[in-house]
């Protein structure tokens, strides 16, 4: 399995509760992302920061995420943040990573 990891964080504007608010109309959308295998979302209240993990099935799905309608429209945020990683699968699956 080729597998990529897509790392994103941005400064969190508002509570948890206004922030799932605000994103529900995402969550579809994203589950829709050619390629995407899971997003986990992430929020961290104390540090200011949300964002998520997202695992797709290869650097071609990566590259139209990125070059999506989503991400365009978060790249005005000066505290967003991407990281790609690719996936080390011979150890993520002895730590149980849902990779398969």
Known sequence: ????IVQITYG??????????ENQPYAQ??????????KIWTINEEAGEAGGVYFFEDAASVRAFLDGPIITEMKG????TIKTF???????VITRGPIQ
Request: net charge negative; charged share 30%; no cysteine.
């Open 86 to 92: 690719d996936v080390l699968e011979e150890l993520t």
């Open 12 to 21: 969190l504007q508002s509570l948890r509760k206004s922030y799932l608010e």
């Open 77 to 80: 945020d000066p505290t967003l």
């Open 1 to 4: 399995m080729e597998g990529q």
């Open 29 to 38: 959308p994203i589950a829709d992302t050619p390629g995407l295998r899971w």
